[in-house]
Structure formats: structure tokens, C-alpha cells
């Protein structure tokens, strides 16, 4: 009987470590949506801290969602955060120019792989 609940178990925990903030700043000149998708950051650690930017000037909302929403135009995914253990999937919408910076970013310095989500068809969603 145990045999047949480990499994059961192993799914449910990686069920309840499912969880993503999307950050949408504002500014005069600037309207940046993203959205972080938590791999093995602590769940208290990333909500108050990672989910928690610090932005002089801009508005900031944070929302909560068990994952990204579709329609970003690239994922970096498997990130790592400034040279610590911690991996993070990173979700762009907006521009998709941007990638020409945010592909080489996630590449070398977030050591992750990038994806373009939005080049394979069926994801045409915009969040909003």
C-alpha cells in the first residue's frame, strides 16, 4: 500500500510547489510585464522577496497564479538568480524586439535557455 502512495504524494508536493507572480511596471516611457515562474526557490522567499520589486518611479502590481499565462514572445527558462542555486523560469510579454536583449542576458549571465514561445502556433493569448 505505501508503494502505491509515494507516487501519489510525489505528485501532490510538486502540484503545491506550482506558483508564479507576473510584475507589471509602469512609467512615463515604460510598460513591462513579466512574469516568474518559481523552480526551486522557497515559497515564502520568492513571494517576499522575488515577487516583491523595488522600483523608484514606476507603479508596480504583483498578481499570483499557479503558472504563467500564455502569450509571451520568450521564456528563459531554468534561470539561474545571481549566482545562487536558485532557478526560476522568466516569461517576457510586451515587446518582441526586446528578445535581441533579453536572449543574450538569459543565455550568459541567467545561464538559462531561451525559447520563443510565441514563433509555434496556438500562442496567441495576450495577458492583459
Not at 522557497?42 to 504583483?62: A, H, I, N, T, Y
Request: aromatic share 10%; net charge neutral; with cysteine.
Amino acid at each position: 500500500m505505501r508503494v502505491f502512495l509515494l507516487p501519489l504524494l510525489l505528485l501532490a508536493s510538486s502540484q503545491a510547489l506550482a506558483e508564479a507572480c507576473i510584475v507589471h511596471s509602469q512609467s512615463d516611457r515604460l510598460d513591462v510585464k513579466v512574469c516568474q515562474a518559481n523552480r526551486s526557490i522557497p515559497s515564502q522567499l520568492f513571494r517576499d522577496g522575488f515577487c516583491k520589486p523595488e522600483m523608484p518611479g514606476q507603479k508596480v502590481e504583483v498578481s499570483y497564479a499557479e503558472q504563467c499565462p500564455e502569450g509571451a514572445f520568450g521564456v528563459c527558462r531554468n534561470s539561474q538568480v545571481s549566482n545562487i542555486a536558485y532557478r526560476q523560469d522568466l516569461y517576457y510579454y510586451g515587446v518582441a524586439s526586446d528578445a535581441r536583449y533579453l536572449k543574450p542576458f538569459c543565455e550568459g549571465q541567467g545561464k538559462g535557455t531561451w525559447e520563443s514561445p510565441s514563433s509555434s502556433a496556438g500562442n496567441s493569448q495576450a495577458v492583459k
